[in-house]
């Protein structure tokens, strides 16, 4: 059933929407604290945003109208005691008792024509409601401005034989105060934000301190880590350090065993190589003495085996002078190899270690190729050393068995021909101790490349 989810389906509209929800995901913040902020904004900014719809709707054009209304009635009694008498001394009192009655400042212009509509107001509450009142209780052609000024609103009403000027104050006829309810909604909002934004860190650092303690463990540092934060978050944390002591329990008892062991080999080998000296030598006794060196050889790699997860502390290194070291013990060898290295990449490693597992590689393009190639290159995230070489290289089927501890090939190319078969799971064991990985690829050069990936 989880397979038939991700088919595609024949109607559309389940396609489009799929598609949709893809776009969402892939657009959506990746991080936690991100995530927990988005959740805690949206149902505040969509709770806000319906409050203020509703307070505009409602409320506001309400007020808005009521007062627009009350306005249009003041003109529209001036309007009738004017036409009641139109003589210059009443004109003159019904101007000078508008003014200090009801606020309005009133000029009586000569007859023409009202001037051409103008353009509306994007928010054109009060526009909507002067017009709508205008029109229903005087009824007569006019003419309003209420963008010209942002104090003033101007009305102009044809009466036949004049046209009335009226300039009434915008806050007569508009709820201008209403902005305060935004600014008060806003002003919240913002305080919300704030205190979320707090709080949230305070919750995430105990989460990001636990993920670069197990990082930093991965890559085989020192890790000093206490939980803390949410009982949730010290939970995992504990169970993180339960974790990583009973990895390093079992790394010791593997170390112990392994030393243990080849101690005791050690000295049997001993006794053999004793016991052989005091015989005379024959074929027989040559073959038991290289049988003898063998095992001498075996038990030195298991050691190495044992130490590569050993308790050598990283530190900061600069590569370029591990791998001069390198190249110079190589040279000393009689062998000839070349070093590129870009920049001067310092990173925080276990130094031995990481020596040991390159040493280990170049050994293994020493038997097999006559040219060597030892490079590095550090992206920002990770540092890349590789080890070219022009030998017959391994097929592509048999890379990842290479690895497997006491595997060799039948090949043309043995890995570790001579050896005990560890070579590359030691030094596959040591970059992953290091939180990286060792990889076999194909070589500019025609040969093997052997690539350790070390995260910085």
Same mark, same amino acid.
């Given at each position: 059933m989880?397979?038939s989810?991700?088919?595609?389906?024949?109607?559309?509209?389940?396609?489009?929407?799929?598609?949709?929800a893809?776009?969402?995901?892939?657009?959506m913040?990746?991080?936690l604290?991100?995530? !927990?902020?988005?959740?805690?904004?949206?149902?505040?900014?969509?709770?806000?945003?319906i409050?203020?719809?509703?307070?505009?709707e409602?409320h506001?054009?309400?007020?808005?109208q009521?007062?627009?209304?009350? =306005?249009?009635?003041?003109?529209?009694?001036v309007?009738?005691?004017?036409?009641?008498?139109?003589?210059?001394?009443?004109?003159?009192?019904?101007?000078?008792?508008?003014?200090?009655r009801l606020?309005l400042?009133?000029?009586?212009?000569?007859?023409?024509?009202?001037?051409?509509?103008?353009?509306?107001?994007?928010?054109?509450?009060?526009d909507?409601?002067?017009?709508?009142?205008?029109?229903?209780?005087?009824k007569?052609p006019?003419?309003?401005d209420?963008?010209?000024?942002?104090d003033?609103v101007?009305i $102009?009403v044809?009466?036949?034989?004049?046209?009335?000027?009226?300039?009434a104050?915008?806050?007569?006829?508009y709820?201008?105060?209403s902005?305060?309810f935004?600014?008060?909604?806003v002003?919240?909002?913002?305080?919300?934000?704030?205190? !979320?934004?707090?709080f949230?860190?305070?919750?995430i650092r105990?989460?990001?301190?636990?993920?670069q303690?197990?990082?930093s463990?991965?890559k085989?540092?020192?890790v000093?880590?206490?939980?803390?934060?949410?009982?949730e978050?010290?939970?995992?944390?504990?169970?993180?350090l339960e974790?990583? $002591?009973r990895i390093?329990?079992?790394?010791?008892?593997r170390?112990a065993m392994?030393?243990?062991v080849s101690h005791?080999?050690?000295?049997?080998?001993?006794?053999? $190589?004793?016991?052989l000296?005091?015989?005379?030598?024959?074929?027989?006794?040559?073959?038991?003495?290289?049988?003898?060196?063998?095992?001498?050889?075996?038990?030195?790699a298991?050691? !190495?085996?044992?130490?590569?997860?050993?308790?050598?502390?990283?530190?900061?290194?600069?590569? $370029?002078?591990?791998?001069?070291? =390198?190249? %110079?013990?190589?040279?000393?060898?009689?062998h000839?190899?070349t070093?590129?290295v870009?920049?001067?990449p310092? =990173?925080?490693?276990?130094r031995?270690?990481?020596?040991?597992?390159?040493?280990?590689l =170049?050994?293994?393009?020493q038997?097999?190729?006559?040219q060597?190639?030892?490079?590095a290159?550090?992206?920002?995230?990770?540092?890349f050393?590789?080890v070219?070489?022009?030998?017959?290289?391994i097929?592509?089927?048999?890379?990842?068995?290479?690895?497997?501890?006491?595997?060799?090939l039948?090949?043309?190319?043995?890995i570790?021909e001579?050896?005990?078969?560890?070579?590359?799971?030691?030094a596959r064991?040591?970059?992953?101790?290091?939180?990286?990985?060792?990889?076999l690829?194909? %070589?500019?050069m025609?040969?093997?490349?052997?690539?350790i990936r070390?995260?910085?």
């Amino acid at each position: 059933m989880a397979a038939s989810r991700d088919m595609p389906s024949k109607n559309p509209v389940i396609n489009a929407w799929r598609r949709f929800a893809r776009f969402l995901a892939s657009q959506m913040p990746k991080g936690l604290f991100a995530r !927990a902020l988005i959740i805690i904004i949206a149902p505040v900014v969509l709770l806000q945003s319906i409050v203020a719809y509703v307070f505009m709707e409602r409320h506001w054009q309400m007020v808005t109208q009521r007062l627009s209304a009350s =306005v249009v009635h003041d003109i529209a009694a001036v309007i009738d005691v004017m036409e009641r008498d139109r003589s210059p001394a009443a004109l003159e009192s019904t101007i000078k008792v508008a003014s200090n009655r009801l606020g309005l400042d009133l000029e009586v212009m000569p007859p023409g024509k009202l001037p051409a509509p103008g353009p509306r107001p994007f928010f054109s509450i009060l526009d909507s409601a002067l017009s709508d009142e205008i029109g229903a209780f005087i009824k007569k052609p006019f003419w309003i401005d209420t963008v010209g000024s942002s104090d003033l609103v101007e009305i $102009r009403v044809q009466l036949g034989w004049s046209i009335l000027r009226v300039m009434a104050h915008r806050s007569q006829a508009y709820a201008s105060n209403s902005h305060i309810f935004i600014l008060w909604m806003v002003g919240s909002s913002l305080i919300l934000l704030v205190v !979320a934004i707090i709080f949230l860190r305070n919750q995430i650092r105990p989460v990001l301190h636990l993920a670069q303690a197990a990082e930093s463990f991965g890559k085989g540092r020192e890790v000093e880590y206490r939980p803390h934060g949410a009982r949730e978050v010290r939970q995992a944390g504990v169970a993180f350090l339960e974790m990583r $002591r009973r990895i390093e329990r079992a790394i010791e008892q593997r170390t112990a065993m392994l030393n243990g062991v080849s101690h005791d080999l050690r000295t049997i080998l001993t006794r053999f $190589r004793l016991s052989l000296e005091m015989m005379e030598e024959s074929p027989e006794l040559e073959a038991l003495k290289k049988d003898v060196e063998e095992m001498k050889r075996m038990l030195e790699a298991y050691l !190495a085996f044992a130490r590569g997860e050993s308790a050598e502390q990283a530190q900061p290194v600069k590569i $370029r002078t591990l791998l001069d070291d =390198v190249k %110079s013990e190589t040279e000393r060898q009689g062998h000839k190899i070349t070093l590129d290295v870009a920049g001067d990449p310092v =990173v925080t490693i276990r130094r031995d270690s990481l020596k040991r597992c390159i040493s280990n590689l =170049v050994g293994n393009a020493q038997r097999h190729g006559t040219q060597i190639v030892l490079s590095a290159v550090e992206d920002g995230r990770a540092l890349f050393i590789h080890v070219d070489d022009n030998g017959p290289g391994i097929p592509e089927e048999q890379r990842a068995d290479v690895f497997k501890p006491f595997v060799r090939l039948d090949e043309a190319r043995n890995i570790d021909e001579g050896g005990s078969g560890l070579g590359l799971a030691i030094a596959r064991d040591i970059a992953r101790a290091h939180g990286g990985d060792v990889m076999l690829l194909d %070589s500019p050069m025609g040969g093997l490349r052997a690539t350790i990936r070390v995260p910085v």
